[in-house]
């Protein structure tokens, strides 16, 4: 018999939170039946960034209680729109909202779990990260145990990439299987390019369809000392977040632009954020997925939505081994939201939802925090 449970994500692009109703088989087979995306208020988006960025005790207390409640309600929407009632769900699984990622120290998640347990009636498992980071591990990538065993090549070896605010790429050698899993986050997916968006173009959150970086040419000198950055140049494990590519990296990403190019276009200053995202992508896969290059590469996130960047990562990685993970499976937007449901079932059934090949921890562990209904 199926277990249905909930699964609820928001991301370091800030857009907002993504519910996902999955029924649940077992260690290799989970079906999306409803997702849903709640977008952030511009205010509350501001809201969560000013938090981030330098938030007292008592922001970030507010804001762990509403994110508590905009997460609930977006579980609640997703129950509603799938026809079910709340009692008919197992579980609800949430990430909460990452306001702040220290590898291998700290990974600080918001969205008070009770505040969904109460509003829904249902266990919540939260907090996956904290675990992990305890047995030494970086806390994250935690999509790769779910890239191995549910979405990997039966017949073979595939990249799985994800290009939200940042990227991340998991090796998998075979399907369900979690020996020789890879995974890291290769650095920034679209922060980097809608923070620059916005910063040229005021009033325009990102670049629709990938337009404004179609009609600009990419200043390629800014990108070479770019990829210059240490992040590129350590091994994995390793993850990453706006601490690193967030604002301030913005700021002198724009510095070097208008520097090395004084006349360039808004567009072009667009086209090269574009740029630097590929070519980070690509460099960080040939530098620490060896045979990756005989590899098909499944895209999901945001950054596959834009076909400027999909056109040139096309062309970086070799041609034709790009796929959709739309293609293959579900909404690759539902993507994360369903692999937090998984998680959490795991967490649910005693099972280990970390890699250790992927966040450095010294073994498997059972992640997250139970807050019972």
């Known amino acids: 018999m199926s277990t249905l449970g909930v699964g609820l994500m928001s991301g370091t692009s800030v857009d907002g939170v993504d519910a996902a109703v999955v029924a649940i088989d077992d260690e290799q087979s989970v ?44 579980a609640a929407d997703a129950v509603a729109q799938s026809g079910m009632r709340p009692d008919d769900i197992a579980f609800v699984a949430s990430h909460g909202q990452t306001v702040w990622h220290e590898p291998g120290f700290v990974s600080l998640q918001l969205g008070c779990s009770a505040t969904i347990a109460e509003r829904l009636r249902v266990p919540v498992v939260s907090d996956f990260r904290s675990r992990d980071v305890a047995a030494g591990g970086q806390g994250a990538p935690l999509v790769p145990i779910a890239d191995a065993m549910l979405f990997g090549a039966i017949d073979g070896p595939r990249v799985l990439l994800n290009i939200g605010g940042m990227a991340n790429a998991t090796w998998v050698p075979r399907r369900g299987v979690l020996d020789g899993v890879l995974a890291f986050d290769t650095g920034p997916g679209v922060a980097v390019i809608d923070g620059v968006t916005r910063r040229l173009v005021p009033g325009v959150p990102y670049d629709v369809d990938g337009q404004r970086a179609a009609a600009g040419t990419p200043v390629h000198a800014v990108v070479d000392r770019c990829l210059t950055d240490s992040y590129f140049t350590m091994p994995p494990p390793k993850s990453t977040g706006r601490e690193t590519f967030g604002a301030s990296y913005v700021d002198r990403f724009l510095q070097e632009f208008r520097s090395t190019a004084p006349a360039a276009s808004e567009n072009d200053g667009i086209a090269t954020a574009v740029a630097l995202t590929v070519r980070s992508i690509a460099e960080q896969l040939r530098a620490w997925l060896p045979g990756s290059e005989h590899a098909d590469v499944v895209v999901s996130g945001g950054g596959a939505r834009n076909p400027s960047l999909m056109q040139l990562l096309d062309s970086a990685v070799g041609s034709g081994r790009l796929q959709r993970f739309d293609d293959l499976f579900f909404d690759g937007d539902a993507k994360e939201a369903v692999v937090f449901a998984y998680l959490g079932w795991r967490t649910l059934q005693g099972l280990p939802g970390n890699v250790p090949s992927a966040t450095g921890a010294s073994g498997p562990r059972v992640l997250g925090t139970v807050t019972t209904s």
């Open 31 to 74: 079906r999306l039946l409803t997702f849903i995306s709640r977008p952030y208020e511009p205010e509350e988006r501001e809201q969560l960034l000013a938090a981030m960025a330098s938030g007292t005790a008592r922001n970030l207390a507010v804001l762990h209680r509403r994110l508590g409640q905009w997460f609930a309600d977006a």
